[in-house]
């Protein structure tokens, strides 16, 4: 599947122009030019699509880690979209195949896969994949309940009026609080809108490249991924993304308390109001059952597009195991101390 010459171009646009934008945004803080009302409007637009990826496009949508009431999985789709990160079916099936195939051929954003494990790898997992269709998913394959969802495909297809949206609203709001000045209007365009894709899509890809790249790993699972404490708040918990994959349905990524993780808090927010239910939860006893743990079936060899069934996905063996028991193939399985 040939990306063609217009996508790359409103790609190669979603990049470039938010950067432009970061240093407009810089030359005029440099001058003061900047005021309370922009600042808020970045914040504000950053949490509130940042929570419409990591509590909408990936907790939910990706992963089912909790159900919600119709209009908060609309709202968080809707504002997952204003995040133009692409459209929801699309981001669906590229992180399912992620997890299908993790560091392994057929990961659509490995760091340590064609381009190799170097600086090349880790800028081809940052944002170099989002040009390689070829690598991509087939959301009718990947995202077919996303797809016959009638209210998530219709906010899917109305993706591009969505993104625009997102950058103009910021500006609008600039405008109306800076008392209807086309200063106002410009500010708010840059800081809400801008400003804030610049850090959120940076922040998003970060998980893609940083989290399989270097930090932190607690289980024996057989890929790269790893937790990044650095990373907690701006990606609001998605960086413990090493937790993640081990059990990839859990509503927490950050599984210890000093783990801090926003999206989880929001989830935990709209299951006491009442408006989210089923939330998948990992017991401590699972946690340290799976740490201890070095060899396991491999459960998540396959490619099917949905999570399996059961809470957590077991780690894989590790290559260094499967090695040893390749030379001694008849020996039963003893574990390793870790
Ligand atoms: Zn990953
Ligand atoms: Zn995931």
Same mark, same amino acid.
């Given at each position: 599947?040939?990306?063609?010459?217009?996508?790359?171009?409103?790609?190669?646009?979603?990049?470039?122009?938010?950067?432009?934008?970061?240093?407009?945004?810089?030359?005029?803080?440099?001058?003061?030019?900047?005021?309370?009302?922009?600042?808020?409007?970045?914040?504000?637009?950053? =949490?509130?699509?940042?929570?419409?990826?990591?509590?909408?496009? @990936?907790?939910?949508?990706?992963?089912?880690?909790?159900?919600?009431?119709?209009?908060?999985?609309?709202?968080?789709?809707?504002?997952?979209?204003?995040?133009?990160?692409?459209?929801?079916? +699309?981001?669906?099936?590229?992180?399912?195949?992620?997890?299908?195939?993790? +560091? =392994?051929?057929?990961?659509?954003?490995?760091?340590?896969?064609?381009?190799?494990?170097?600086?090349?790898?880790?800028?081809?997992?940052?944002?170099?994949?989002?040009?390689?269709?070829? +690598?991509?998913?087939?959301?009718?394959?990947?995202?077919?309940?996303?797809?016959?969802?009638?209210?998530?495909?219709?906010?899917?297809?109305?993706?591009?009026?969505?993104?625009?949206?997102?950058?103009?609203?910021?500006?609008?709001?600039?405008?109306?609080?800076?008392?209807?000045?086309?200063?106002?209007?410009?500010?708010?365009?840059?800081?809400?809108?801008?400003?804030?894709?610049?850090?959120?899509? @940076? =922040?998003?890809?970060?998980?893609?490249?940083?989290?399989?790249?270097?930090? %932190?790993?607690?289980?024996?699972?057989?890929?790269?991924? %790893?937790?990044?404490?650095?990373?907690?708040?701006?990606?609001?918990?998605? #960086?413990?993304?090493?937790? @993640?994959?081990?059990?990839?349905?859990?509503?927490?990524?950050?599984? /210890?308390?000093?783990?801090?993780?926003?999206?989880?808090?929001?989830?935990?927010?709209?299951?006491?109001?009442?408006?989210?239910?089923?939330?998948?939860?990992?017991?401590?006893? /699972?946690?340290?059952?799976?740490?201890?743990?070095?060899?396991?079936?491999?459960?998540?060899?396959? +490619? #099917?597009?949905?999570?399996?069934?059961? #809470?957590?996905?077991?780690?894989?063996? %590790?290559?260094?195991?499967?090695?040893?028991?390749?030379? =001694?193939?008849?020996?039963?399985?003893?574990?390793?101390?870790?």
């Amino acid at each position: 599947m040939e990306m063609s010459r217009l996508d790359k171009a409103i790609n190669l646009i979603v990049i470039v122009v938010p950067f432009v934008g970061v240093i407009f945004a810089t030359v005029m803080l440099w001058n003061r030019g900047v005021d309370a009302i922009d600042l808020g409007l970045f914040l504000v637009f950053y =949490v509130l699509t940042g929570f419409g990826i990591t509590v909408g496009y @990936h907790r939910l949508f990706t992963h089912r880690a909790f159900a919600a009431k119709p209009w908060v999985s609309n709202t968080l789709a809707v504002l997952g979209s204003m995040a133009l990160e692409g459209p929801v079916a +699309d981001w669906v099936a590229d992180h399912r195949k992620h997890h299908a195939h993790t +560091d =392994v051929e057929g990961d659509p954003h490995s760091p340590h896969l064609g381009e190799g494990s170097g600086l090349r790898g880790l800028f081809h997992a940052h944002l170099g994949w989002i040009f390689h269709e070829e +690598d991509r998913a087939d959301s009718s394959r990947y995202a077919k309940d996303i797809l016959e969802d009638p209210s998530l495909s219709l906010i899917s297809r109305q993706f591009p009026a969505l993104a625009v949206l997102g950058v103009l609203l910021p500006g609008l709001l600039g405008y109306a609080l800076h008392g209807f000045e086309i200063a106002g209007l410009l500010t708010g365009l840059l800081w809400g809108g801008l400003v804030r894709l610049f850090f959120l899509h @940076h =922040v998003t890809w970060s998980i893609n490249s940083v989290c399989h790249f270097s930090g %932190t790993r607690r289980f024996p699972l057989e890929d790269h991924s %790893t937790n990044v404490f650095w990373l907690a708040i701006p990606s609001l918990g998605e #960086s413990w993304h090493h937790n @993640h994959h081990a059990f990839p349905r859990s509503a927490e990524h950050g599984l /210890r308390r000093w783990e801090l993780d926003p999206s989880a808090a929001l989830i935990r927010l709209l299951a006491r109001a009442g408006l989210a239910w089923n939330l998948v939860e990992i017991s401590p006893e /699972r946690q340290s059952q799976l740490e201890a743990e070095a060899i396991v079936d491999d459960a998540a060899s396959d +490619d #099917s597009p949905l999570p399996d069934a059961t #809470s957590a996905r077991l780690p894989r063996r %590790t290559r260094a195991w499967r090695a040893l028991r390749a030379l =001694v193939p008849k020996k039963p399985a003893t574990k390793p101390s870790v």
